[in-house]
């Protein structure tokens, strides 16, 4: 059944169970974490269900008991907490209640992600039916490339619903990270400071609500790149203070961990822990202290439990970095395989493959800048430069409103910025070289790289006032105004279009049936049981208690 009422029902309970993780998750680290913000505790909830997610599917399938019993003690938490201490959380309860109404609208559509029907849903739906196998990653490419979001939304395929509610965690990430961006923005309002927060909360809420608008586009890439901004926010509120805030590192710790385990290659963001360091007057004892924290041990848990995954399904600790890994191993994909693929990676983000065919020679093509002048042709005209004039049109109007022309003072601005800012463009580097399509990590980079110095720059011409405040609730309302549009639109161009009638079907057509690759993985251990297909590309053995896929 996947019917209008039943999804939003869930909608709502899943976001109440989230909270009372989170509250849960707070409680027991008390002294590290200190947050009243509800935007945070969702994202502390979805931090400790993924650590459980991937922990539980080593011994127990996803399955619909398994997810209610989860999804009711969530609830239960929460209830508990919330009517013990109802008026300390009716505010930010209301307020969350009242963001994830107004993106409620992206609940519904009729068609996902390109990814979604090959990999992200099989590889979904096989973690709802049985406990890990070894080297799954021999049955499709993406199977190799596991993704926490996959493990998330595998404890939301839950009684009535079935698999319907799977395409939700990118929905939750939003609404949580709009809650951050939005309570920074009328804390500092009222406090009277940091516009150059205000500013990049604003341009970050508009990117996450306006360009990324479409759940169906969000794939296991953008949840990641909204979560970005805010750990450069939150860094340049850290560096700026004259003393280390520990609660505010763990959050940054957390988030940072976060995105790695949504997407591997985001690891070298652990670069930004450089700047925290490098500002610390006293080194060594930060060092001590960080290394004492307990916080950073759970962190390197789903670390470690991401890699571990991506070890059990590939014999790589990170695919496709063939130097991870180690082709003895039984399950291993051959290195010949990995490095074939980690070209191919290269060659699609460069524009060397579309879907209307590709270049001659590959190997060359993605080798120093060979691809740059074709990129330009195929993909910067394409997607870039619409990407870089929305950009600089939203820059605009933000010069606009804020910059105050009457002010004389001077434009220096002494905040600790300029090694943030010189990370920035080591990343974008590293992006352009390797992997230069904006969902591989383009997005918030480019957007870092116009609105970091832009709101330094605007700052010092701020004047804290009710005009100031008009304005930015203006902007706000526009931003709200055009996520409810451009989705109205979307839905009644799927009516009409796909004839989407999302009172009976509210989410996704069922289309899987035949792209199901976890059927592949029982029929190959049927015919091992059976021992009626010998010929099979793909055999199974039983080893350490459990099934490992290989290749002849």
Not at 263 to 273: E, G, Q, R
Not at 290 to 313: M, P, S
Not at 339 to 355: E, V
Request: hydrophobic share 50%; glycine share 4%; net charge positive.
């Amino acid at each position: 059944m996947n019917n209008a009422l039943i999804l939003i029902i869930y909608y709502f309970s899943i976001l109440i169970s989230i909270l009372g993780y989170g509250i849960f998750f707070l409680g027991l680290f008390k002294k590290q974490l200190n947050s009243s913000n509800f935007g945070y505790v969702g994202l502390f909830g979805i931090y400790i269900l993924l650590i459980y997610s991937y922990l539980s599917n080593f011994i127990l399938a996803h399955s619909e008991l398994h997810n209610i019993i989860l999804l009711m003690l969530g609830i239960s938490l929460f209830s508990l907490k919330l009517f013990k201490h109802f008026s300390r959380y009716k505010k930010e309860f209301f307020l969350t209640i009242l963001v994830f109404f107004l993106i409620s609208s992206s609940l519904f559509l009729y068609k996902n992600h390109d990814d979604f029907p090959y990999y992200h849903f099989p590889y979904t739906y096989y973690l709802t039916q049985q406990s890990f196998y070894i080297g799954v990653g021999q049955f499709n490419h993406g199977f190799r490339t596991p993704s926490s979001i996959f493990y998330l939304s595998s404890l939301f395929y839950l009684p009535k619903a079935g698999y319907s509610l799977i395409h939700l965690a990118p929905v939750f990430f939003l609404g949580f990270s709009n809650y951050i961006f939005i309570n920074k923005i009328y804390l500092n309002l009222k406090n009277k400071e940091n516009f150059y927060i205000i500013l990049l909360s604003l341009s970050s809420l508009a990117l996450a609500n306006i360009f990324f608008y479409r759940m169906a586009e969000h794939g296991t890439d953008r949840s990641a790149q909204i979560i970005i901004l805010i750990i450069f926010i939150e860094l340049l509120q850290l560096i700026n203070l004259k003393k280390i805030n520990v609660s505010l590192l763990n959050k940054i710790l957390i988030l940072i961990t976060i995105t790695i385990s949504l997407k591997a290659f985001y690891l070298i963001y652990a670069i930004l822990l450089i700047p925290i360091v490098y500002y610390q007057k006293k080194k060594i004892s930060f060092l001590i202290e960080f290394f004492r924290n307990k916080i950073f041990y759970l962190c390197l848990c789903l670390f470690f439990l991401v890699i571990l995954t991506n070890f059990f399904n590939t014999g790589c600790l990170i695919y496709p970095l063939s130097f991870t890994c180690n082709e003895k191993l039984i399950w291993a994909i051959s290195l010949e395989q990995v490095d074939a693929m980690n070209n191919w990676y290269q060659l699609w983000s460069k524009g060397g493959a579309t879907p209307s065919g590709g270049v001659q020679n590959s190997d060359f093509y993605v080798q120093n800048f060979n691809w740059v002048s074709n990129w330009i042709n195929v993909y910067f005209f394409n997607k870039v430069l619409d990407y870089l004039l929305g950009l600089l049109f939203l820059a605009l109007i933000f010069f606009l409103a804020f910059f105050n022309w009457k002010d004389k003072t001077s434009f220096i601005n002494k905040r600790k910025y300029l090694i943030l800012y010189l990370i920035v463009f080591i990343l974008f580097y590293e992006w352009f070289y390797n992997h230069p399509a904006l969902r591989y990590g383009g997005y918030h980079l480019i957007i870092l790289l116009i609105f970091l110095p832009l709101s330094l720059f605007i700052e010092k011409k701020i004047i804290f006032n009710q005009n100031l405040i008009k304005k930015v609730n203006v902007i706000l309302a526009i931003i709200v105004l055009v996520f409810l549009s451009r989705n109205i639109l979307r839905i009644n161009k799927e009516i009409d279009v796909y004839s989407f009638n999302f009172y009976k079907n509210a989410s996704y057509n069922k289309i899987f049936e035949n792209h199901n690759h976890y059927k592949n993985i029982l029929r190959i251990k049927n015919c091992h049981v059976s021992k009626k297909c010998p010929n099979e590309n793909i055999l199974i053995q039983r080893k350490f208690n459990k099934d490992i896929f290989y290749k002849k």
